[in-house]
């Protein structure tokens, strides 16, 4: 069945230090990709996202990449900031299927 | 606001008890979702209704839950005879329809969080 694996946090970094997070992903067919955000005390939402292979994904500074051949989806953002401070869950999604399979979350905190 | 809410946002019951969860989708969404969340983890999928239709449900899930969507709208969850290992957060979620290359994004509410004691 399909599956993501994301690295292990927590992860602590200084403002304006440079944040991957990598994700690396199992599926059949080709899935559509998703980063999703917890900030503290709300409810996931949606980050970027990516449909097919070599697609670039971006948001609020946030990037990553569709790399089938490596089947990875590693989230990068050059200048993080306190406010970046969050859950972050890689996600995937087969092409119109009903639920999306979820890796367990990379925590982020970055001190001032 | 006309996103995803849910009701309540928290419950504490007893082992042995049946509890319900409400969930209210964006009222254009076609899909709606369900999983669960326990600490450290990622959202566990649960179930998902196209409009009423139930269309898959996970292997996962115990026969004590059930969850309907009457007439397409607004969904309901049930746990029956709740056990300490129910205790988690339920999140609910929404989507429109897939069309084409569509991204099946999902747009989730805060979540109930259960205590089973």
């Known amino acids: 069945g399909d599956s993501v694996t994301q690295m292990e946090g927590p992860v602590t970094l200084s403002e304006e230090a440079f944040l991957t997070i990598n994700c690396t992903y199992t599926?059949?067919?080709?899935?559509?990709l998703f980063w999703y955000v917890q900030y503290p005390g709300e409810g996931l939402q949606l980050l970027l996202k990516?449909?097919?292979?070599?697609d670039k994904g971006s948001n609020k500074g946030f990037e990553a990449t569709y790399r089938k051949e490596t089947t990875s989806f590693h989230l990068e953002k050059g200048s993080v900031q306190v406010s970046d401070s969050a859950v972050y869950f890689c996600?995937?999604?087969?092409?119109?299927?009903?639920?999306?399979?979820f890796g367990d979350g990379t925590t982020l905190t970055v001190k001032p | 606001d006309t996103g995803v809410s849910q009701n309540p946002r928290h419950k504490i019951t007893k082992r042995g008890q049946n509890v319900t969860f409400r969930c209210d989708p964006i009222?254009?969404?076609?899909?709606l979702y369900w999983y669960r969340q326990t600490l450290g983890q990622g959202p566990e999928f649960l179930t998902y209704f196209q409009n009423e239709a139930q269309l898959e449900k996970s292997r996962l899930l115990s026969d004590r839950f059930s969850a309907e969507r009457p007439k397409g709208s607004f969904s309901t969850l049930e746990i029956q005879r709740t056990e300490q290992g129910d205790s988690a957060m339920y999140l609910c979620a929404s989507s429109p329809l897939p069309d084409g290359f569509s991204y099946n994004e999902q747009f989730f509410g805060p979540g109930t969080r259960l205590t089973v004691l």
């Open positions: 996600a995937l999604s087969s092409a119109n299927a009903g639920k999306s399979t």
């Open positions: 599926a059949t067919g080709y899935p559509s």
């Open positions: 990516a449909t097919k292979a070599d």
């Open positions: 009222s254009e969404h076609n899909r």
